[in-house]
């Protein structure tokens, strides 16, 4: 068994438990001839395309911006009380139901705040803060939650094997746990029983130069939230964020969120 | 009486024989139709990504590099993916609706049966396009455009050949 590990296929470590058994030979000698003629046309197919590169070489950047930082900006005074535009928007874009229990998935909640000395009330959404310093991520197990190059925090479901370490480690709730089978999910935004989800900064959108799905309806509805890259001083909520006092739920825990609140 | 006993011993042995290939037959058929072969659906158009027998072969790998490439490192530059595949090679019902994985007719399905091999792939992924999107296979060869960048197609077939040396060499 070792000995067949110690074989040329690449990032085979000394660990490597690859189960390759004596008793498989006659099978093998079938497998190859059927493996040399794949083997042929996929070489036949390379020198037609001429392209070792990985992907296509295009004008865009390929991948997460390292030199981004996505956030957003949310004026809690334009935030209506009654208003679910941007839960609606999450709810309609993802394909999650609007929750009828506390375990039913909830990836952006309105939160009503109440000064009790004053009596002030305020609303306002919260979804994933995507902290720069996120404890999902330092407690995950597997490696599934993981920080984008750009600052979006997300939940590899190919990895996520549903401990839910990460919701525990969230201060702001943001995370929820599938509890039953899905069907006919999003194409765009896979969920499935078993891992822990949460806002993914609709990163399908924003990968391709458009903003979130809230913050769009929000902008027909109390124009409260604010899209762009924090990390660009010339960006519009950069500029936003450097000409009005803003604060971060829970700023004192050190995550560096990249979601901040204006009027709170 | 010697002439009975020798007519009864032809008998006997003509029905052994009769039976035993009554028998034999039975057995080699009951063997032919245990495991029915997969009633794969058949393609439309020309092979968009990779030749099929690329396809079957490579198709997980190319499927777990995507999606590496895509969620972890977002780069969405390749036109092709899991969504593409699950849009051409949707399978309608009489109703003209796509049938979902739990159908024994959904594609992936029909061969993964066989092979006895089971995929996670839709307990998180659609396992049919979403209603009005989508090409199913009575869409035509229509279905493949936006899909065939040589390109791409390239790479994936090049990435599949580096995934497996250990097959190429020999």
Same mark, same amino acid.
């Given at each position: $068994?070792?000995?067949?590990?110690?074989?040329?296929?690449?990032?085979?470590?000394?660990?490597?438990?690859?189960?390759?058994?004596?008793?498989?030979?006659?099978?093998?000698?079938?497998? @190859?001839?059927?493996?040399?003629?794949?083997?042929?046309?996929?070489?036949?197919?390379?020198?037609?395309?001429? $392209?070792?590169?990985? =992907?296509?070489?295009?004008?865009?950047?390929?991948?997460?911006?390292?030199?981004? @930082?996505?956030?957003? %900006?949310?004026?809690?005074?334009?935030?209506?009380?009654?208003?679910?535009?941007?839960?609606?928007?999450?709810?309609?874009?993802?394909? =999650?139901?609007?929750?009828?229990?506390?375990?039913?998935?909830? =990836?952006?909640?309105?939160?009503? %705040?109440?000064? #009790? +000395?004053?009596?002030?009330?305020?609303?306002? #959404?919260? $979804?994933?803060?995507?902290?720069?310093?996120?404890?999902?991520?330092?407690?995950?197990? +597997?490696?599934?939650?993981?920080?984008?190059?750009?600052?979006?925090?997300?939940?590899?479901?190919?990895?996520?094997?549903?401990?839910?370490?990460?919701?525990?480690?969230?201060?702001?709730?943001?995370?929820?746990?599938?509890?039953?089978? %899905?069907?006919?999910?999003?194409?765009?935004?896979?969920?499935?029983?078993?891992?822990? *989800?949460?806002? +993914?900064?609709?990163?399908?959108?924003?990968?391709?130069?458009?903003? #979130?799905?809230?913050? *769009?309806?929000?902008?027909?509805?109390?124009?409260? $939230?604010?899209?762009?890259?924090?990390?660009?001083?010339?960006?519009?909520?950069?500029?936003?964020?450097?000409? @009005?006092?803003? +604060?971060?739920? @829970?700023?004192?825990?050190?995550?560096?969120?990249?979601?901040?609140?204006?009027?709170? | 009486?010697?002439?009975?006993?020798?007519? &009864?011993?032809?008998?006997?042995?003509?029905?052994?024989?009769?039976?035993?290939?009554?028998?034999?037959?039975?057995?080699?058929?009951?063997?032919?139709?245990?495991?029915?072969?997969?009633?794969?659906?058949?393609?439309?158009?020309?092979?968009?990504?990779?030749?099929?027998?690329?396809?079957?072969?490579?198709?997980?790998?190319?499927?777990?590099?995507?999606?590496?490439?895509? &969620?972890?490192?977002?780069?969405?530059?390749?036109?092709?993916?899991?969504?593409?595949?699950?849009?051409?090679?949707?399978?309608?019902?009489?109703?003209?609706?796509?049938?979902?994985?739990?159908?024994?007719?959904?594609?992936?399905?029909?061969?993964?049966?066989?092979?006895?091999?089971?995929?996670?792939?839709?307990?998180?992924?659609?396992?049919?396009?979403?209603?009005?999107?989508?090409?199913?296979?009575?869409?035509?060869?229509?279905?493949?455009?936006?899909?065939?960048?040589?390109?791409?197609?390239?790479?994936?077939?090049?990435?599949?050949?580096?995934?497996?040396? /250990? /097959?190429?060499?020999?």
């Amino acid at each position: $068994m070792t000995s067949a590990c110690s074989s040329t296929r690449p990032g085979c470590g000394s660990a490597c438990t690859c189960p390759t058994p004596a008793t498989a030979e006659p099978v093998d000698a079938e497998r @190859r001839g059927f493996l040399a003629g794949s083997a042929a046309v996929a070489v036949t197919t390379l020198a037609g395309g001429a $392209m070792l590169t990985l =992907w296509p070489e295009s004008s865009e950047a390929a991948g997460a911006d390292p030199k981004k @930082r996505w956030g957003l %900006l949310i004026d809690v005074s334009k935030c209506a009380d009654g208003c679910t535009a941007c839960v609606d928007a999450c709810s309609t874009e993802n394909g =999650w139901a609007k929750p009828t229990s506390q375990t039913d998935p909830q =990836w952006i909640r309105k939160v009503t %705040l109440r000064n #009790p +000395t004053t009596g002030v009330t305020k609303s306002a #959404p919260v $979804m994933c803060q995507h902290c720069d310093n996120p404890p999902c991520v330092d407690v995950c197990p +597997t490696t599934a939650s993981f920080k984008r190059a750009d600052g979006i925090v997300l939940v590899d479901k190919h990895r996520c094997i549903g401990c839910r370490y990460c919701m525990m480690a969230c201060p702001y709730k943001a995370r929820s746990f599938v509890h039953a089978p %899905l069907e006919d999910q999003k194409p765009h935004a896979p969920r499935g029983l078993g891992t822990v *989800e949460a806002c +993914t900064l609709c990163t399908h959108r924003v990968d391709r130069g458009r903003a #979130p799905a809230c913050v *769009e309806a929000c902008a027909s509805a109390g124009r409260a $939230m604010l899209f762009g890259d924090v990390a660009d001083p010339a960006s519009e909520i950069a500029e936003a964020i450097a000409a @009005r006092p803003t +604060t971060r739920i @829970r700023g004192d825990l050190g995550f560096d969120p990249g979601v901040r609140y204006a009027e709170l | 009486m010697a002439r009975r006993s020798s007519l &009864l011993t032809v008998l006997l042995v003509l029905v052994t024989l009769v039976g035993g290939a009554l028998v034999g037959a039975a057995t080699g058929i009951a063997l032919e139709t245990s495991v029915a072969h997969p009633a794969v659906p058949k393609a439309l158009g020309a092979p968009c990504v990779a030749e099929p027998a690329v396809m079957r072969r490579a198709h997980p790998d190319m499927l777990k590099h995507g999606r590496d490439v895509v &969620l972890r490192a977002g780069d969405r530059s390749s036109p092709v993916g899991l969504t593409g595949c699950i849009g051409c090679h949707a399978v309608k019902d009489e109703t003209g609706t796509a049938v979902s994985v739990s159908s024994p007719r959904h594609f992936c399905r029909s061969c993964h049966d066989y092979a006895a091999v089971k995929i996670d792939c839709f307990e998180c992924h659609a396992s049919r396009p979403e209603p009005g999107k989508g090409a199913a296979l009575d869409g035509g060869p229509a279905a493949f455009v936006g899909l065939a960048d040589p390109h791409a197609v390239a790479d994936l077939a090049a990435f599949a050949a580096t995934r497996r040396p /250990e /097959e190429t060499a020999r």
